[in-house]
């Protein structure tokens, strides 16, 4: 997804007006997707896998789908009913990367698809592990 | 029962967003990185592991649920490996995830050409 797409998409959100229904709409879809993450998780755990490695097995089976369903450009068109449903959730950061690689793939491999595919999983990363840095350095400091 | 915590807290998560997007100028981009910011917080502030124990894929589906694996992960490689632990807890617990939303999104886009919107 391009800057301008995101502007877009924002803007056709924030119309308050829709919000009836915008709000109802995000609980379904978003409800929906972590049933669907609750389903995998217990046919995981009935599996025999540990905690830790079913909610492993939970992300990468959405983020996959996530991104299968962005390739074949059925995920935008879920995600302008669903909003915020479908942005929270970890296939929002799948299709967060998975769209624009696809669209920048025409300014090359290199600086389009394999620099552009980080405009939005970028910050999420950089500010998600500089928040862990800084949990990590008071826990060590505590100990100290 | 569990699909219905699933379903519930999951749904109020994203509710949430939508708010933020309806009611205030915060884009999408920002969102994601409040939520995962909120979510090492809540992880660090030892708030949001039990509602993963609580809801399950509920909270741990939301992007707040990344943070908390971030907060998560950090907390047990201090004390695993002391200071250097501080730089190796956040990515290895998020590895998995990270990895994999990389490689479906090259593979995507070298297979698929993008439509017009």
Same mark, same amino acid.
């Not at chain 1, 540990?50 to 983020?63: C, D, G, N, P, Q």
């Not at chain 2, 029962?1 to 994203?14: Q, R, S, T």
């Given at each position: ?144 | ?18 708010? %933020? ?29 039990? %509602? ?16 908390? %694996? ?48």
């Amino acid at each position: 997804m391009t800057d301008q797409e995101y502007a877009k998409r924002n803007q056709l959100a924030s119309a308050p007006t829709k919000s009836w229904k915008n709000i109802p709409l995000a609980f379904l879809s978003g409800g929906a997707i972590c049933t669907a993450g609750e389903l995998i998780r217990q046919a995981a755990l009935a599996a025999g896998l540990e905690e830790k490695t079913a909610a492993l097995a939970v992300s990468l089976s959405l983020i996959a789908a996530a991104s299968l369903l962005t390739g074949l450009g059925l995920y935008d068109k879920i995600a302008k009913h669903a909003g915020a449903g479908t942005l929270v959730p970890i296939t929002g950061f799948s299709n967060a990367m998975t769209s624009p690689a696809m669209e920048f793939k025409s300014e090359g491999i290199i600086l389009g698809l394999g620099a552009k595919m980080f405009v939005i999983a970028g910050p999420v990363i950089v500010y998600g592990i500089a928040a862990s840095v800084v949990y990590g350095l008071i826990l060590w400091l505590a100990r100290l | 029962m569990e699909y219905l915590k699933a379903f519930v807290v999951g749904g109020l998560f994203c509710a949430l967003g939508q708010v %933020l997007i309806d009611y205030t100028k915060l884009t999408p981009a920002r969102i994601l990185v409040s939520y995962v910011v909120a979510g090492v917080a809540l992880g660090a502030l030892g708030i949001y592991q039990p %509602l993963v124990e609580f809801a399950g894929a509920g909270a741990s589906v939301p992007l707040a649920g990344f943070g908390n %694996l971030l907060a998560g992960g950090v907390k047990e490689a201090v004390a695993r490996e002391g200071f250097l632990g501080i730089f190796t807890g956040g990515l290895t617990a998020c590895a998995g995830g990270v990895a994999a939303a990389l490689c479906c999104a090259l593979v995507m886009a070298l297979v698929f050409r993008p439509r017009e919107k």
